[in-house]
């Protein structure tokens, strides 16, 4: 999909949205909230403004271009911390990037210019939080998906990010996220979670060193006039579901940090012994090939997984 047909479906979107559909799930709902682009803290017992806890793991949510930004908010960070919080208990920081509020256009580059930029400001708000890149992992949709890289290449200096997960990004944004940006250079671990079908943005990223998921949606026509039902929107409730559920394959399960899940931490040099080990299944899905040996990943492997 070229970058003008993609603008125009969003258009359409936005019109089918002004009719009315259901906007009731955990990760979109009705109402804006105006935020412009601020890092909440969703951890358990902290308030959204509060520090993080340095000697833990940190997971990174953030969601995609919100098409009409004073009637629907995405609520993927905070659901999906709400079930790490009851799943894992007080195992990570939990934060959400959140730029609800923020109107894209969708001509003359601008949203790649504004995604760009969001993840200019969230690696300036990371790094001013204290947050250590080789232990976070930032899960992004959509557009999100290129602040997320964007976030991952700024902080650089500070080391790879440990893992970035990468929730349906549009096919026409891959050459961007993959290439010009290089997310497998600033990211141990890359993961492509892409929905296929008329109400789906996302491919195969055919690119050395990013790990491929294909997530099929239940009603992939439906998602065409329904946002709430699109294959695209389905890539970030299904990740959810992954959270909720340690029986469904892939999504958090492929985790690095998930071996932290419900313990009480420890020094990282304690559990890097061990880190290796707990992640040789990858959790029942088989690889296509092997990553060379010049790609740092924890249990790694190129090519399609269909799911």
Same mark, same amino acid.
Request: hydrophobic share 35%; with cysteine; proline share 7%.
């Given at each position: ?24 799930? +955990? ?95 969230? @690696?300036? @708000? ?25 976030? @991952? ?133 088989? +690889? ?20």
């Amino acid at each position: 999909m070229s970058r003008n047909r993609f603008s125009l479906f969003l258009l359409l979107i936005c019109c089918l949205l002004g009719s009315g559909c259901r906007l009731d799930t +955990p990760v979109l709902q009705r109402g804006g909230n105006g935020r412009m682009g601020v890092l909440l803290n969703y951890s358990c017992g902290a308030h959204p403004c509060d520090a993080i806890d340095p000697a833990k793991p940190t997971i990174v949510f953030t969601h995609g271009w919100n098409p009409l930004p004073k009637r629907i908010r995405t609520t993927f960070a905070q659901s999906s911390a709400r079930e790490l919080r009851c799943r894992c208990g007080d195992s990570y920081n939990l934060l959400s990037w959140d730029w609800n509020g923020v109107k894209v256009r969708p001509f003359n580059n601008e949203p790649e210019r504004i995604g760009r930029c969001q993840g200019q400001m969230l @690696a300036s @708000a990371l790094r001013a939080r204290g947050v250590n890149p080789r232990q976070t992992q930032i899960v992004g949709h959509s557009l999100g998906t290129v602040a997320a890289t964007q976030a @991952a290449v700024c902080l650089r200096d500070l080391g790879p990010m440990a893992q970035l997960t990468l929730l349906d990004p549009p096919k026409n944004y891959h050459e961007l996220i993959f290439c010009k940006l290089g997310a497998t250079r600033h990211a141990c671990k890359v993961e492509n979670y892409w929905a296929p079908g008329c109400s789906g943005f996302g491919a195969v990223a055919n690119y050395r060193g990013v790990m491929n998921y294909r997530v099929d949606g239940p009603t992939p026509m439906r998602g065409v006039p329904d946002l709430s039902s699109s294959n695209h929107v389905h890539v970030m409730l299904w990740y959810y579901e992954t959270i909720r559920s340690p029986n469904k394959q892939c999504g958090f399960q492929n985790s690095d940090l998930r071996c932290y899940c419900g313990r009480t931490m420890r020094q990282p040099e304690e559990v890097a012994a061990e880190t290796d080990l707990e992640n040789i299944d990858l959790n029942e899905a088989l +690889p296509n090939a092997e990553v060379p040996p010049s790609v740092y990943t924890a249990a790694a492997s190129d090519g399609s997984r269909n799911r």
